[in-house]
Nanobody
Framework: QVQLVESGGGLVQAGGSLRLSCAAS????????MGWFRQTPGKQRELVAS???????NYADSVKGRFAISRDNVKNTVYLQMNSLKPEDTAVYYC????????????WGQGTQVTVSS
């Protein structure tokens, strides 16, 4: 069983910063990749950023240059540093772990709310 525990969401003014954390109960190297998705009411969940176990990162165009994903292999934790936040970044952010090879499935965190006020 894999658990993903998220933290770091909250309310921030436009232009501010937040850092999200996602702690996995298994080694990061057990997953093909880990990442962050976000979802707003009535819309599909969308990829924000991901990082493979080899360290390759990928970002949505809307966050390039503002967000940075990183990981701590010792703590099995993935971080999302969000800078220059905009009201349109407001969403529930979900941590994701692709365990399809070792575990046969993808895992999701419980979600953390990020609200950016204008």
């Amino acid at each position: 069983q894999v658990q993903l525990v998220e933290s770091g969401g909250g309310l921030v003014q436009a232009g501010g910063s937040l850092r999200l954390s996602c702690a996995a109960s298994r080694s990061f190297l057990s997953f093909n990749s880990m990442g962050w998705f976000r979802q707003t009411p009535g819309k599909q969940r969308e990829l924000v950023a991901s990082i493979t176990k080899e360290g390759t990162t990928n970002y949505a165009d809307s966050v390039k240059g503002r967000f940075a994903i990183s990981r701590d292999n010792v703590k099995n934790t993935v971080y999302l540093q969000m800078n220059s936040l905009k009201p349109e970044d407001t969403a529930v952010y979900y941590c994701n772990a692709d365990g399809s090879i070792f575990f046969g499935r993808v895992y999701w965190g419980q979600g953390t709310q990020v609200t950016v006020s204008s």
